[in-house]
């Protein structure tokens, strides 16, 4: 994956600005909120649902034969932008050690509700595997 960065830009912290992705097959994982493979919310704090959410994630590339490393895309549906701030760094330390390292495109908003009831995110990504 090749990162985009314009002339005069500063690096983005934390995702890219933009990315070529590689030939190769594309995998498109749902939202997924921070929830089991019970469907149990087991944390009821966003950082604990956060790192939920990424494991299931992870596992889900997994099927497809994909690794964190060839996510391509990741956007963050938020309840609470102000829970999302106080929590960022958190958030970091739970993510490099579920994810690792980051150069994808990566949106955050924060929106109105879940269809899930108790969820504090919603996590989405496009991963791309590379042709061999």
Aim: charged residues 20%.
């Amino acid at each position: 994956m090749k990162t985009l960065v314009p002339p005069g830009w500063p690096l983005a912290k934390g995702y890219s600005h933009g990315v070529v992705a590689p030939r190769g097959q594309m995998v498109f994982v749902a939202g997924q909120v921070g929830w089991d493979e019970k469907c149990i919310f087991r944390a009821a704090d966003l950082v604990g649902q956060a790192a939920q959410a990424l494991k299931n994630i992870v596992a889900i590339l997994a099927e497809a034969g994909a690794r964190p490393e060839h996510i391509v895309r990741m956007t963050w549906y938020l309840g609470d932008k102000d829970e999302y701030d106080v929590s960022q760094k958190e958030l970091g330390r739970v993510f490099r050690e579920i994810i690792g390292t980051y150069g994808a495109v990566m949106t955050a908003v924060q929106v109105a509700g879940f269809v899930e009831k108790g969820a504090k995110v919603e996590i989405e990504v496009t991963a791309v595997i590379p042709d061999a």
